[in-house]
């Protein structure tokens, strides 16, 4: 596998820190995987991942949300959710220029499944040949206090960067703990959530949830039954409600980050088998 840092300049100009992971033969990849990550991450920790499929041929491109890992902002912190839409676009366009005959495939895990459902329910999709939602953030397990979202409100309007510690046990994300330990000591991981993005996050999720049924390319929804971090059944019913555009399928046992579970074998192989399908 080859690894390269890439500069990704977003459309207000700010630079922002990316990867990408292509396969050993000196040939174009047939499939490029647009990868948006979670909240608190940041693009590193998807090199396994990327190994995985650079081994089937397939480059894997990313970067580090605003406020994440290398890339600038405020930790934690987003000043219009549209910029992270525009991102997602400038990802895209940069896959597309190095890698003109690939497929694409916009692949989102958690926040970044938030960022990639609304970004494929809102725009144009010629481009793109699948996209993949990873555990989306849609809805919460736990309905968060209503004295943390009156707070959150108020100060979305007074000082919008106001930032808390994020809530997340560790110990949620996989069984692994060989994962568990390395996502703890990782120096990259923030654990910072502004009013703003904890707001809109909480207010595009669900409206990707209602409006589902403006899917326009085929999708695959993954998540775990043991996620105590995002709602399930958030999955479930958007797929539902997406007119047959989307495929849902949950894993038994499996936490919130499926790519790093004990079964991540097994659920990587059925995203490739699945996304293969896509491009035949």
């Given amino acids: 596998m080859k690894t390269?840092?890439?500069?990704?300049?977003?459309?207000?100009?700010?630079?922002?820190?990316?990867?990408?992971?292509?396969?050993?033969a000196d040939v174009d990849p047939s499939i490029v995987i647009c990868?948006?990550?979670?909240?608190?991450?940041?693009?590193?920790?998807?090199?396994?991942?990327?190994?995985?499929?650079?081994e089937f041929g397939i480059g894997v491109y990313s970067f580090d949300l605003r406020g994440h890992g290398l890339s600038p902002?405020?930790?934690?912190?987003?000043?219009?959710?549209?910029?992270?839409?525009?991102?997602?676009?400038?990802?895209?366009?940069?896959?597309?220029?190095?890698?003109?005959?690939?497929?694409?495939?916009?692949?989102?895990?958690?926040?970044?499944?938030?960022?990639?459902?609304?970004?494929?329910?809102?725009?144009?999709?010629?481009?793109?040949?699948?996209?993949?939602?990873?555990?989306?953030?849609?809805q919460l397990v736990f309905e968060p206090p209503k004295s943390k979202l009156k707070l959150?409100?108020?100060?979305?309007?007074i000082y919008p960067g106001y930032a808390e510690k994020g809530m997340i046990n560790p110990e949620d994300i996989s069984k692994d703990e060989d994962i568990v330990n390395a996502y703890r000591s990782d120096a990259l991981n923030q654990w910072n959530i502004s009013a703003r993005l904890f707001l809109n996050a909480l207010e595009k999720g669900k409206w990707a949830e209602e409006n589902a049924y403006k899917l326009k390319i085929p999708t695959l929804v993954i998540c775990g039954a043991d996620d105590n971090i995002v709602l399930a059944e958030a999955s479930?019913?958007?797929?539902?409600?997406?007119?047959?555009k989307a495929v849902h399928k949950q894993y038994p046992g499996v936490r919130h980050e499926p790519h790093n579970d004990i079964e991540r074998k097994e659920i990587l192989n059925d995203v490739l088998n699945w996304i293969q399908k896509q491009v035949k």
């Fill in 4 to 24: 390269e840092e890439i500069d990704l300049i977003g459309i207000d100009g700010e630079q922002l820190f990316g990867r990408c992971w292509l396969p050993e």
């Fill in 35 to 54: 990868l948006i990550h979670g909240l608190y991450e940041h693009s590193g920790r998807y090199e396994a991942f990327s190994k995985f499929f650079t």
């Fill in 73 to 138: 902002g405020k930790r934690g912190h987003i000043k219009n959710y549209s910029d992270y839409i525009d991102d997602v676009e400038s990802l895209l366009k940069l896959a597309r220029t190095e890698h003109n005959d690939s497929a694409i495939v916009l692949y989102g895990h958690s926040l970044g499944g938030n960022i990639v459902a609304n970004y494929i329910l809102k725009n144009n999709m010629s481009e793109l040949t699948a996209a993949v939602l990873s555990s989306p953030w849609l």
């Fill in 152 to 157: 959150a409100r108020i100060m979305n309007r």
């Fill in 236 to 244: 479930r019913s958007f797929a539902e409600k997406s007119r047959g």
